[in-house]
């Protein structure tokens, strides 16, 4: 199927069909199941296909979706990269109507599922985290990935050739584990239908300062200069989240976000910073230059 544009083609109709959903899923490196199909959520592995669209036809646009290692934020900037890329309506060639209280009770149903859907795979994913770092050892200071980093193994662990990151959330109850391989550019890996959003990797103990920063050698290198403790946010888009997080349950704490050196880095410490106040570092190249 020939994509459209955003304005093309959608005259007489306002919603997609299976045809639509098959080229979705070859555009974006996914995969059709039945009436949905899964694509990797944007930031995430290509190889973490989180992202569920699924055909509804009583929906506005005519699908669902659900982003099983992410949330609503996530799913409508989904919608909204679909719609640029012409994979939807534009909002203006959307039938302007009510829908009827069945297509209403339809749509909540589907969604109250996806949760419960999204609940089971974060419990099954945190369970096989537990499991796997209960089997795990120390990390070796000798690991490729650290040496190449220039980082201490402190806080994480390691299976086999694996660096382990334990992933919990700001109450402290593990939920995911992130795997960093030791080859240099091979991606960083989450259990599947893990839970993402909101979770830190942290490491030593908070007294009056903390600093915040996007990845692991990010604040390990932090750490390393500075002696400071640290949380990793794991992702640019997490960053804002578990600053606003730690800083309701620690208003007396001064924060200082470690940003990451580019645009997306940039743009999640300014956002920090205006919702907590948060002091910003710039290194002026990368944290482990």
């Given amino acids: 199927m020939v994509r459209r544009t955003a304005t093309d083609g959608w005259e007489g109709r306002s919603v997609i069909g299976a045809a639509d959903l098959r080229a979705i899923a070859a555009q974006y490196g996914g995969k059709l199941t039945g009436r949905e199909c899964v694509i990797p959520t944007p930031g995430h592995s290509p190889r973490d296909r989180g992202t569920a669209i699924r055909l509804a036809p009583g929906a506005p646009d005519g699908v669902l979706v659900a982003c099983y290692n992410g949330g609503k934020a996530e799913a409508l900037a989904v919608k909204d990269m679909l719609r640029r890329d012409g994979f939807l309506p534009p909002r203006d060639a959307i039938r302007a109507r009510e829908l009827t209280q069945a297509e209403r009770d339809a749509i909540h149903r589907a969604e109250a599922e996806r949760e419960r859907v999204k609940a089971e795979q974060h419990a ?12 795990a050892r120390p990390a070796d200071p ?9 980082i201490a193994p402190e806080g994480l662990w390691q299976a086999g050739k694996w660096l382990l990151v334990p992933m919990i959330d700001p109450d402290g109850v593990l939920w995911n584990v992130q795997s960093i391989p030791p080859e240099e550019g091979a991606p960083k890996l989450f259990h599947k239908g893990g839970r993402t959003k909101g979770l830190l990797w942290r ?3 908070a007294v009056d ?3 915040i920063g996007e990845g692991v050698a990010t604040v390990a290198a932090v750490r390393r200069a500075t002696g400071l403790p640290v949380v990793a946010a794991m992702t640019a888009g997490n ?5 606003e997080a730690i800083q309701a349950k620690r208003p007396d704490l001064t924060l200082i976000i470690a940003a990451d050196d580019d645009e997306p880095g940039h743009r999640a410490a300014r956002l920090a910073s205006l919702r907590t106040g948060a002091l910003i570092a710039l290194p002026g190249g990368t944290w482990n230059g």
């Fill in 124 to 135: 099954k994913a945190a369970e096989e985290a537990r499991q796997r770092l209960a089997g």
């Fill in 142 to 150: 000798g690991h490729t990935y650290l040496a190449r980093k220039r």
């Fill in 203 to 205: 490491v030593g103990k």
């Fill in 209 to 211: 300062r903390l600093v």
């Fill in 239 to 243: 960053l804002p989240d578990i600053a």
